[in-house]
């Protein structure tokens, strides 16, 4: 009786016994309890749980249930839940159900949270993760002047380690438990070393795109020590030799003529790698740049193409046909001068989106920004269609699709579809509690339109990696935060030293 049929209850279709009996209310994942004041229902939540600090998961061989919440499994076989239990062992989720009976499973009281798949970043230059907010107002032609220019071409290794931890621990705490690191700050294999380092302590599921080094004047291939693309042989032996493991291999192509594109693709495609690209950036993205690369027979369905602004139609259907997947960065698009974010484009040429933050610079490291941006744009573009006398617009997009770019289509173009994205049993345990207990969404009425137009960051409760608690009542598990603000004060005082930037903050 707890199982939702959402989409087909809205449209006034769904003709299930279930549904004839139950009030929408139910169908809204409201909560149970009443009101209670939040700061005592957060610390009695966990209660029976993980302590909070404690090491995550505390008997490994133990498995550990979900209890109570709203469950969204985004897995449209399965449908979602007014009430159910998620019951992990080992990595894994092995039930989704009301009233799972597990004695001996480690208990996380879920009620009043929403319990979800985790988020997907489908592209995130993380080597930035110390430079947050250096570039607020900057246009992308800033972007390539302070950010790569004038801080790229002087990281240190260390340097590549502290961005990569930051980045990889902020998008924990935000409820992302995947994420594309497109990381171009190979100016020697010990920044990619470094880089492999941060990723795997972080405990994040990462998928490494290795791309090119940064010097001062954008040239890169004119540059000395870098092995850039060749070193990805040795990344997939060293590092990358299983596919069953956190971390994961793609190639970052990089942003050049088309010699050096493909002379990476080939590389990638040596070491069964995927590949990753900025495509369609501004003035710049109208170059054909794919149809060039089509004349090589070089797309494959292996591909994911960001941004795609100013791709001409010709390009936008060879992605489609070659089976590519994309990802938009809808707010810095509109922030820097990518052109218009192609929301509504993606989806004429029959293409569903994934998201990405893209740079820190200037971005927040939160999905929920990404979802409302897509979501804003889309319905602003088709609303304006509408008033200019349009008779034929295109639909609106609803915030269940939103949802599912943020998450399963991340899982797409990251490669991971067979593992994460949904809550299904058999993938792995990547599962986010956001709570329902708090003002920004109490009284809880509607669970996907919750998560989508109002919550932030600090509704993130709980955080589940491969089955390993990385966050506990809103709080990150076995992270040294002394360490890490050593960590970060250093790095920057260094970098701006090195880069020749006054360190004022104000
Ligand atoms: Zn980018």
Not at 62 to 68: H, T, Y
Not at 183 to 199: F, G, Q, R, W, Y
């Amino acid at each position: 009786m707890t199982r939702l049929h959402e989409s087909a209850f809205a449209h006034g279709s769904c003709t299930c016994a279930a549904c004839g009996t139950m009030s929408r209310r139910q169908f809204l994942c409201t909560g149970a309890a009443g009101a209670v004041a939040a700061p005592a229902l957060a610390a009695s939540v966990g209660g029976r749980a993980l302590a909070q600090g404690a090491p995550a998961a505390g008997n490994p061989g133990r498995p550990l249930l979900i209890k109570g919440g709203c469950v969204l499994t985004l897995d449209r076989a399965l449908g979602d839940f007014e009430r159910a239990d998620v019951l992990i062992e080992g990595q894994r989720i092995s039930a989704v159900r009301p009233d799972i009976s597990a004695p001996g499973a480690e208990v996380i009281e879920a009620a009043d949270t929403i319990v979800m798949p985790g988020f997907v970043d489908t592209h995130r230059h993380m080597w930035q993760g110390i430079l947050r907010n250096v570039l607020p107002d900057g246009s992308l032609d800033d972007y390539r002047t302070v950010v790569q220019r004038t801080f790229g071409a002087k990281y240190t290794p260390d340097d590549v380690y502290a961005g990569d931890l930051f980045s990889a621990l902020g998008a924990i705490d935000s409820g992302v438990t995947c994420i594309l690191d497109w990381s171009h700050i190979h100016n020697t294999p010990e920044h990619t070393d470094a880089a492999v380092k941060a990723l795997t302590e972080s405990g994040v599921r990462a998928v490494f795109a290795y791309g090119n080094p940064q010097n001062e004047t954008g040239r890169f291939w004119e540059m000395k020590g870098h092995k850039f693309p060749d070193d990805i042989a040795r990344l997939r032996k060293q590092y990358f030799s299983s596919d069953d493991q956190l971390t994961t291999l793609y190639m970052a192509a990089p942003s050049a003529a088309p010699e050096l594109i493909l002379q990476s693709f080939k590389a990638a495609r040596d070491v069964d790698a995927r590949i990753s690209i900025h495509v369609g950036v501004g003035e710049f993205g109208r170059n054909a740049l794919l149809e060039k690369l089509n004349a090589e027979k070089a797309l494959k369905s292996d591909t994911t193409y960001i941004h795609c602004c100013t791709l001409n139609d010709a390009e936008w259907k060879l992605i489609r046909d070659t089976g590519g997947t994309i990802s938009i960065a809808g707010y810095v698009e509109t922030l820097m001068g990518h052109g218009n974010p192609p929301v509504q484009k993606a989806i004429d040429t029959g293409i569903r989106p994934s998201l990405s933050v893209d740079v820190e610079t200037s971005v927040p490291n939160d999905f929920f920004q990404q979802m409302r941006t897509v979501f804003s744009l889309q319905k602003n573009e088709v609303w304006a269609r509408r008033l200019a006398g349009d008779k034929n617009p295109p639909k609106f997009l609803t915030v269940r699709e939103v949802l599912e770019f943020a998450t399963i289509e991340g899982a797409r173009a990251n490669g991971l579809e067979r593992k994460i994205g949904t809550l299904t049993p058999g993938k792995q345990a990547d599962i986010i509690l956001l709570r329902t207990d708090r003002l920004n969404v109490m009284p809880m009425n509607n669970a996907v339109g919750a998560v989508v137009t109002s919550m932030g960051p600090h509704n993130v409760d709980t955080v589940l990696i491969a089955g390993k608690v990385m966050k506990r009542n809103g709080q990150l598990v076995g992270v040294d935060f002394a360490r890490l603000k050593r960590l970060g004060d250093e790095a920057r005082e260094r970098l701006f030293s090195n880069a020749k930037v006054p360190p004022s903050r104000v």
